[in-house]
T-cell receptor, first 113, second 114 residues
Framework: GNSVTQMEGPVTLSEEAFLTINCTYT??????LFWYVQYPGEGLQLLLK?????DKGSNKGFEATYRKETTSFHLEKGSVQVSDSAVYFC????????????FGSGTRLQVQP | NAGVTQTPKFQVLKTGQSMTLQCAQD?????MYWYRQDPGMGLRLIYY???????DKGEVPNGYNVSRLNKREFSLRLESAAPSQTSVYFC?????????????FGSGTQLSVL
């Protein structure tokens, strides 16, 4: 079946540090890949997505590249801010089987001033 | 524009009680979903409705029932609540079920079963 594996958190960084959150996936066919972010007390919201191999999704300074050869979709940001503190979820949606998102377990990011 | 609205925001039940979580969206979306969020486990799909009039089981459907009342509303019912159902429940919607579709989430219902 489909699955998503994320690095465990929490990840604690100082402001302006470089961020990487690792995500790998297992899926049949050609899934679309997503990063969602959850701020405290809120629902999830889409951060970025990529729909085919070698696509790069980007938004708000965050980037992730769909790597089919390594089945990965790592999230990166060059300089984090305190306002980036949140839980980040990697997810996939396959083009076969169940037509719904499969999520990773989430990675909590804490950015200190 | 309200988006996806869930009620209630908080609920405490005793084991064996029943309740219904309500969800409504005002974006004219075809597809709606119920997820539960547990620490260390991310979000797991309970049920979804690809279109009005259809519902399908997700990853963890046991102990739950759903009703797609109309295009706007998708409710989740716990017939006999158990402590294992203590969780945060999220409703979501999307235009359809295509692989590149974005999901819009409600703000969640925090449920405790004692």
């Amino acid at each position: 079946g489909n699955s998503v594996t994320q690095m465990e958190g929490p990840v604690t960084l100082s402001e302006e540090a470089f961020l990487t959150i690792n995500c790998t996936y297992t899926a049949t066919g050609y899934p679309s890949l997503f990063w969602y972010v959850q701020y405290p007390g809120e629902g999830l919201q889409l951060l970025l997505k990529a729909t085919k191999a070698d696509d790069k999704g980007s938004n708000k300074g965050f980037e992730a590249t769909y790597r089919k050869e390594t089945t990965s979709f790592h999230l990166e940001k060059g300089s984090v801010q305190v306002s980036d503190s949140a839980v980040y979820f990697c997810a996939l949606k396959a083009n076969t089987g169940r037509r719904a998102l499969t999520f990773g377990s989430g990675t909590r990011l804490q950015v200190q001033p | 524009n309200a988006g996806v609205t869930q009620t209630p925001k908080f609920q405490v039940l005793k084991t064996g009680q029943s309740m219904t979580l309500q969800c409504a969206q005002d974006m004219n979306h075809n597809s709606m979903y119920w997820y539960r969020q547990d620490p260390g486990m991310g979000l797991r799909l309970i049920y979804y409705s690809a279109s009005e009039g259809t519902t399908d089981k997700g990853e963890v459907p046991n102990g739950y029932n759903v009703s797609r009342l109309n295009k706007r509303e998708f409710s989740l019912r716990l017939e006999s609540a158990a402590p294992s159902q203590t969780s945060v429940y999220f409703c979501a919607s999307s235009e359809g079920t295509a692989t590149n579709e974005k999901l819009f989430f409600g703000s969640g219902t925090q449920l405790s079963v004692l």
